[in-house]
């Protein structure tokens, strides 16, 4: 009930190319989805996060797409860049549950020039 | 930048001895967390608080203990480190208050090697 399952575990694009991970998870109560980036030896940031009453929302070159029905979201980069070369991780929360993050397993991008 | 250090950044030990992980923040935020990462299994929650000397467990908490006696700190503890406890370990904070929005913060992790 409480998993959230990311993939791909990696994947390659090369640049100006579309990048897209994939999460799904099970408990219906989660009602918050942060997508967090993460570069090499530093901690996580936020990139940007949804909330189920919309089915999108882009900021920028990413995008979240939401399937509220399917219990799936996933995380386009648009025109994907070198410096977007990091880890990318989805979560989800029941912000009623003092807004304990549920992290996906994680996936590593590479962005080839 | 919220304002949250942790340390130490980088230790080894050996196993049976205890260890403590210190979080320090100086943004005030209500709800500090522990999570660990490991290859293939992305962050895990150990332990958190919602208040001074309000803690609860996460999934992950067996071997693992916590504090938190001021707003400001939160510390880990390994009462008897094992091989299984090598990760690195990060800190997160959350505003928990007016204007909060779900966002954790984190640190920069500490590295654990227990040989």
């Known amino acids: 009930q409480q998993q959230v399952k990311q993939s791909p575990q990696s994947l390659i694009v090369q640049k100006g190319g579309i990048s897209i991970i994939n999460c799904a998870y099970e408990n219906t109560a989660f009602d918050y989805f942060p997508w967090y980036q993460q570069f090499p030896g530093k901690g996580p940031a936020l990139l940007i996060a949804?909330?189920?009453?919309?089915s999108e929302k882009k900021e920028g070159r990413f995008t979240i797409s939401f399937n509220k029905s399917a219990k799936q979201f996933s995380l386009h980069i648009m025109d994907s860049q070198p410096g977007d070369s990091a880890t990318y991780f989805c979560?989800?929360?029941?912000?009623?549950?003092?807004?304990?993050?549920?992290f996906g397993q994680g996936t590593t991008l590479q962005v080839k020039p | 930048d919220a304002g949250i250090t942790q340390s130490p950044r980088h230790k080894v030990t050996e196993t049976g001895t205890p260890v403590t992980l210190r979080c320090h923040q100086t943004e005030n935020h209500r709800y500090m967390y522990w999570y660990r990462q490991d290859p293939g299994h992305g962050l895990r929650l150990i332990h958190y608080s919602y208040g001074v000397k309000d803690t609860d467990k996460g999934e992950v908490s067996d071997g693992y203990s916590v504090s938190r006696s001021k707003t400001e700190d939160f510390l880990l503890t390994l009462e008897s480190a094992t091989s299984s406890q090598t990760s690195v370990y990060f800190c997160?904070?959350?505003?928990?208050?007016?204007?909060?929005?779900?966002?954790?913060?984190f640190g920069e992790g500490s590295r654990l090697t227990v040989l």
């Open positions: 997160a904070t959350k505003l928990g208050s007016s204007g909060d929005t779900g966002e954790l913060f």
């Open positions: 979560a989800a929360s029941n912000s009623g549950n003092t807004g304990k993050l549920i």
């Open positions: 949804i909330r189920p009453d919309v």
